[in-house]
C-alpha cells in the first residue's frame, strides 16, 4: 500500500510512524511533512495539504492507495471531496461533516438537535457587537467565548474579565461568528472513535493539557502535553459518556447524511451533573495522538483498509495495556509571537523503546535541524503505568535542546499529587 499523510506537525509524525511499522507499506509520503517524516518517508515540502489539485497531481504522480488527512484545514478546504471524486481512497471528513469542526456554531446546534447533553450558548454573527457587548452586561462570573471558525485551538476564552472578553469578543466578531457559552466545572477528557461510515470503535480516552503554563495557567495553546489512558475516569463516567455523547452523535450523523471514513474527536467536560459535550474534531487531536497511536497494536495499515473498505466491524482493533504521556517541547514566546529557525542542539541520542521523539514544526535534516514553528517537538513516554511513562518522557525530554526551548513542569500531575 502507497500511502500519503497530509499535514507536518507531530500528529502527522505520529500517523506516519505508525504506517512505517506496517509490512504492507510500500511507499510512505507526506504533505507538506516535516525534518522527522523525512527520515521515514518521502515529504513534499512545497504541497500545501489545503491545495485540492496540487495533492490531487501528487496522487497521480506517486500512485497513492490511500490519503490519510491529518488536520483539519484540509477537509475545511474540499480536499476530501476531490480526492473521493477521482477515486482515492481517503481518512478523512467530506466537507459537509467537516462543518462540526470548523464551524462551532453548526456543531453546537448538531448537539442541541439530536439532544446531546452541552454547555448552554448564544450565538453572535459577524458585526453584532453591540448585542454581544449588552449580553455580556448581563452576566457575570466565568463565560466562555468561542470562535465559530477554526482557529488552530486558540480560539477560546474562558475568563471573569469583562474588558478581556469584550476584546476577545469583539476581535471574533469583526469577520466571524461568536459563541458565548456557560462555564463548565469539571474535568476534561477527550475521546476518539473511528468509523467507517456504518459502524464505529471507541478508543482508550486521552487528557490534554491546553493551557501555557504549569497549573493550567496562561493562555490556551494548540495543547502541551497528554496522558493515556486517564485513570481519573472510572467505568461509570465512561458508560455514561458512551450512552449520552457517543452513540447518540453517530445516530444523529447517519440521520444527517454526516457520516464518514476517519475519524471523530469528542471534547468532554465530566460534571457533577453528567458529561457534557464540550466540540467535535474531525480528526486525531495534537498531542492526544502522540500518546493514543503508539499504544495502537494493530496493524495500522490493516485497520486503515478496513475502515475505508467499511468493514471496521470485521477488524480486531487491539490495544496495548501500557500508558503513554507526551510533553511537548515549545519556542520561546509561544503561545504568542515567537522565533523560528532556531538551532537545534540536541535531541535524545539513543532512543529505547519506553522513550518517542515526535517532529511538530521542524526543517532540515539530522545533521542540521531547526525550529519552524511554535509547537516544536512532542517527546513521549511509555510504560507499564502512567508513573513509568512520566519518568521517562521528563528523562528524555532535558535532552532536547535549542535555543529558549521550554516545557511544562506538570503534565500528569493530577495522578500524582504535583
Known amino acids: 500500500m502507497r500511502v500519503l499523510v497530509l499535514g507536518g506537525g507531530a500528529r502527522e509524525h505520529a500517523i506516519a510512524w505508525k504506517f512505517s511499522r506496517s509490512f504492507r507499506i510500500s511507499g510512505l509520503f507526506a504533505a507538506p511533512g516535516n525534518a522527522g517524516i523525512s527520515e521515514i518517508g518521502t515529504c513534499f515540502p512545497d504541497v500545501a495539504e489545503t491545495d485540492a489539485e496540487a495533492v490531487l497531481k501528487l496522487c497521480r504522480e506517486n500512485r497513492i492507495e490511500l490519503v490519510f488527512v491529518g488536520g483539519e484545514s484540509a477537509p475545511a478546504a474540499g480536499v476530501v471531496d476531490v480526492l473521493q471524486e477521482n477515486g482515492i481512497q481517503v481518512i478523512g471528513p467530506h466537507k459537509d461533516a467537516a462543518r462540526l469542526e470548523f464551524s462551532k456554531q453548526f456543531s453546537k446546534e448538531f448537539m442541541q438537535r439530536h439532544g446531546i447533553p452541552t454547555a448552554a450558548a448564544r450565538t453572535f454573527e459577524t458585526g453584532q457587537h453591540t448585542e454581544f457587548q449588552n449580553y455580556l452586561d448581563d452576566l457575570s462570573g466565568m463565560i466562555v467565548l ?82 493515556c489512558p486517564v485513570p481519573w475516569l472510572d467505568k461509570s463516567e465512561i458508560d455514561r459518556i458512551k450512552a449520552e455523547l457517543i452513540e447518540p452523535t453517530f445516530q444523529g450523523l447517519y440521520a444527517d447524511g454526516l457520516s464518514y471514513r476517519g475519524v471523530v474527536y469528542f471534547g468532554i467536560m465530566v460534571t457533577e451533573e453528567g458529561p457534557k459535550l464540550l466540540e467535535y474534531n474531525v480528526r486525531f487531536g495534537d498531542p492526544e495522538a502522540q500518546v493514543l497511536i503508539p499504544l495502537i497494536e494493530t496493524d495500522f495499515a490493516a485497520l486503515c483498509s478496513a475502515i475505508v473498505e467499511g468493514k471496521l466491524r470485521k477488524q480486531v482493533t487491539q490495544m496495548s495495556d501500557q500508558a503513554a504521556l507526551c510533553i511537548v517541547v515549545a519556542a520561546p514566546g509561544y503561545p504568542d509571537d515567537y522565533p523560528q529557525g532556531i538551532l537545534v542542539n540536541t535531541l535524545p541520542a ?43 518522557a521528563y528523562s528524555a525530554v532535558k535532552q532536547v535542546n535549542f535555543e529558549g526551548a521550554w516545557w511544562r513542569n506538570d503534565i500528569g500531575g493530577r495522578i500524582f499529587g504535583m
Not at 457559552?181 to 486521552?206: I, M, Q
Not at 493551557?211 to 495543547?223: L, S, Y
Not at 523503546?353 to 511509555?382: K, N, P, Q, W
Request: hydrophobic share 40%; with cysteine.
Open 146 to 227: 468561542k470562535k465559530s471558525g477554526l482557529a488552530a485551538g486558540k480560539g477560546v476564552l474562558e475568563s471573569a474579565d469583562r474588558n478581556e472578553l469584550l476584546r476577545f469578543g469583539r476581535k471574533v466578531l469583526d469577520d466571524d461568528s461568536l459563541i458565548v457559552e456557560e462555564f463548565l466545572k469539571g474535568f476534561e477528557v477527550s475521546g476518539f472513535a473511528l468509523c467507517d461510515g456504518t459502524n464505529h470503535v471507541l478508543l482508550p480516552f486521552c487528557a490534554d493539557y491546553k493551557k501555557a503554563r504549569d497549573n493550567d495557567r496562561g493562555p490556551n495553546t494548540g495543547g502541551m502535553g497528554a496522558v
Open 350 to 392: 539513543d532512543i529505547e523503546s519506553d522513550v518517542i521523539v515526535f517532529h511538530a514544526s521542524t526543517i532540515g535534516d539530522r545533521d542540521e535541524l531547526y525550529t519552524a514553528g511554535g509547537r516544536c517537538f512532542s517527546v513521549v513516554g511509555l510504560g507499564p503505568e502512567l508513573l513509568a511513562a512520566r519518568g521517562s
